[in-house]
């Protein structure tokens, strides 16, 4: 419903207002979550993921035309993961002031009550706005 700006600090993970869900203990899900951000520098990276109370947990998460630190050029990167808060920290996103996508969808099966949430993370110190765009969008069932 609203742009939501990622400063906690250096890749300090912050949930996604909105793209979070309660989660029983003895349920399982499966969730797809579509979050568009901009970043206002190139130098600026990020890292994304997602968190839940405990449990198993299958994912992919794809981005689109990013730029790979190690690489320093335009990649599209797809990856699996099995465990929460477990991205590279990138260290530019490809282009400024543009919207990017990343696509996170898999299943979770609980065995804690909680909360289970998309993530952002950005790569430098506060207030470098790394910008979660309103429309982003996720579902679960």
């Known amino acids: 419903t609203a742009n939501q700006t990622i400063n906690a600090g250096a890749a300090t993970f912050v949930n996604i207002t909105n793209l979070t869900f309660p989660v029983v203990a003895g349920t399982d899900y499966a969730f797809f979550f579509y979050i568009t951000f901009r970043s206002a520098a190139a130098t600026t990276g990020w890292k994304s993921g997602v968190n839940h109370p405990g449990g198993t947990l299958d994912f992919w998460a794809t981005s689109d035309v990013i730029a790979n630190g190690a690489a320093g050029v335009a990649t599209h990167t797809e990856r699996h993961n099995t465990a929460v808060n477990d991205m590279t920290l990138l260290t530019a996103t490809i282009t400024a002031a543009v919207d ?36 982003s969008w996720g579902w679960y069932f």
């Open 100 to 135: 990017l996508a990343i696509r996170i969808e898999g299943r979770y099966l609980c065995t804690t009550n909680g909360t289970f949430a998309a993530r952002f993370a950005n790569e430098l110190a506060a207030n470098t706005n790394l910008v979660i765009q309103k429309g």
